[in-house]
């Protein structure tokens, strides 16, 4: 399994990330202990979580779930330390964790003290910001994003008092790095900017989408990656499943996440099906799984430090797990391309 650099930081981290958003509701504990135990197996020692998970469905009644689930590994035996965990400060909007309130210095202390507790750990490796108090175009908002209402100097304001006591925590040996989820390039900028005027922590990372159908860190968020070492932790690198071709044809699997929560799936357009299709054909036509190579793809983009992977099935894993060492040629890199120009940005 090939390892790569989280930031600026000492941590080499998998490049395959284990996914944990179905422990709760679609896994049991039991579930996310073999999981665990098979990962490792296998090579990895990353894996994400935050603290609003399980997502299948959401709820507030098994919200921190997927967090108490690895807690119950930890209690169970197993490796803390050699795992590098990454969990998520939820923030504005997000009812079923206080109310709702945006990130803060007080928001992260509570966050963090309830994530601590349900995973039986004293520190987290990797503690991400969920999404920005100014709002996202991640999850198709990028279709009607506006920026035009957020208030600059309330912005760079709330950065300082993030990273100042991003600082405290660390210092405090609660984490040992943060990162960005679901961040624009001005965001992540202004962050790497304003930790090295400050001599403040640095951003490790940034969690934002991307696949094969989802390729928008392709350009600006590419060049911030490289020049500014936040490398990408890719999540739904197979599109919630669109591309392992279980939706092909009008599919809706038993307990797959569209059959649990079809009103959220905002992926499923007749430009996505055409481009599974496509994707599928070029997948056959070089004697490749769909699903690995999907996974490979993400994993050879030169801005990529991890790529997030769920799985609800121990066979569903290990078709996965086929793909940590596969390398894609030229030839199917630059067909991978052609699709991606012939059908740009398809939900």
Request: aromatic letters at 8%; charged letters at 25%.
């Amino acid at each position: 399994m090939k390892m790569n650099q989280l930031g600026r930081t000492d941590m080499q981290v998998s490049a395959l990330c284990l996914g944990t958003m179905t422990w709760g509701t679609q896994n049991t504990a039991d579930d996310a202990c073999d999981q665990i135990a098979r990962c490792e197996e296998a090579g990895l020692n990353f894996m994400d979580t935050a603290e609003m998970y399980p997502v299948t469905p959401l709820t507030k009644e098994t919200q921190g779930d997927t967090e108490r689930c690895i807690g119950e590994w930890v209690k169970r035996g197993g490796n803390r330390d050699k795992w590098i965990i990454a969990t998520k400060v939820s923030g504005s909007g997000y009812r079923n964790v206080r109310d709702g309130a945006p990130i803060s210095k007080a928001t992260m202390t509570a966050a963090l003290e309830a994530s601590l507790t349900s995973m039986n750990t004293d520190y987290v490796d990797l503690y991400q910001l969920h999404w920005p108090n100014r709002g996202s175009y991640m999850f198709r908002q990028n279709w009607n994003y506006d920026p035009t209402g957020q208030d600059t100097a309330e912005v760079k304001e709330h950065m300082e008092e993030v990273l100042d006591f991003a600082g405290e925590l660390i210092k405090a040996g609660k984490i040992r790095a943060i990162g960005l989820s679901n961040e624009s390039c001005w965001g992540a900028m202004n962050w790497v900017r304003m930790a090295e005027e400050k001599g403040l922590p640095r951003m490790a990372s940034v969690q934002n989408e991307y696949s094969m159908l989802c390729r928008m860190f392709d350009t600006d968020m590419a060049e911030m990656a490289h020049h500014e070492h936040v490398g990408l932790l890719a999540f739904s690198p197979l599109a919630t499943g669109y591309l392992t071709g279980k939706y092909r044809n009008g599919a809706v699997p038993a307990g797959s996440r569209r059959d649990i929560q079809a009103h959220r799936d905002q992926r499923g357009t007749d430009r996505c099906h055409e481009a599974v299709e496509a994707y599928l054909a070029l997948a056959t036509r070089h004697g490749l799984n769909l699903t690995q190579m999907s996974l490979a793809f993400c994993m050879q983009r030169p801005f990529m430090t991890s790529t997030i992977f769920g799985a609800t099935k121990m066979d569903q894993l290990e078709e996965i797990l086929g793909a940590k060492d596969l390398v894609l040629s030229d030839e199917v890199m630059s067909e991978i391309n052609q699709i991606n120009r012939a059908i740009p940005m398809p939900y």
